[in-house]
């Protein structure tokens, strides 16, 4: 198979770690269980949206992102966006410690695009954040959809304070720690 050819083997412990469990990002979790019999990753919150396939809530962070979703609604497109479920294997409440599992790191939750989002902290020097900052905006962090901009606010704040230097979104292009910081500023002055 094609993760072979990554040094990944059929007896090769995988783990899965979802940011959050939109369809965009989780919608092939079950085919990786079931397939390399991998370890499926999530927070807490968010364990029943990943069995039933189904998206947390999806909101617009701006009016115009609000109107998206609401046109998506009325027109049936957002109830069409489920997946095939899965339970999940490990789940992740404010931290989990990857270093038992061989990895420099750690996941920590970073709500507000969704309640149970999460990053990936490498290092302290890179973190996946999944949709917690969006790169497809220039010079931007900010996400199109976001269910609590404070949260959003304080996980950002969280994400500052891991000295990491590079933040690699879900959609986009990489982000700064001075992207961080000017969205950081931003968007806390709203609170």
């Not at 989780?26 to 069995?51: G, Q, T």
């Not at 949709?131 to 901009?149: K, N, Q, R, W």
Request: some cysteine; charged content about 20%; overall charge neutral.
């Amino acid at each position: 198979t094609r993760l072979m050819r990554f040094g990944v083997g059929a007896a090769a412990p995988l783990t899965l770690v979802l940011t959050h469990s939109h369809f965009d990002h989780a919608e092939n979790a079950a085919a990786l269980k079931r397939e390399f019999n991998a370890v499926i990753m999530v927070h807490e919150s968010e364990a029943d949206n990943l069995e039933q396939g189904e998206n947390p809530a999806i909101r617009g962070a701006n009016p115009f992102f609000r109107f998206l979703v609401r046109a998506g609604e009325r027109s049936g497109i957002m109830a069409r966006m489920g997946y095939a479920g899965t339970p999940a294997d490990l789940l992740v409440g404010n931290h989990f410690d990857l270093q038992p599992q061989g990895f420099p790191g750690a996941v920590i939750h970073t709500p507000g695009h969704t309640p149970g989002s999460m990053s990936v902290v490498l290092d302290s020097e890179i973190a996946l954040v999944g949709d917690t900052l969006f790169g497809i905006f220039p010079g931007s962090v900010f996400p199109p959809f976001a269910v609590d901009l404070e949260e959003l606010a304080q996980s950002w704040k969280k994400l500052l304070e891991t000295n990491c230097t590079l933040f690699l979104p879900g959609h986009g292009r990489p982000r700064s720690r001075a992207h961080l910081q000017r969205g950081f500023q931003k968007l806390h002055r709203q609170f």
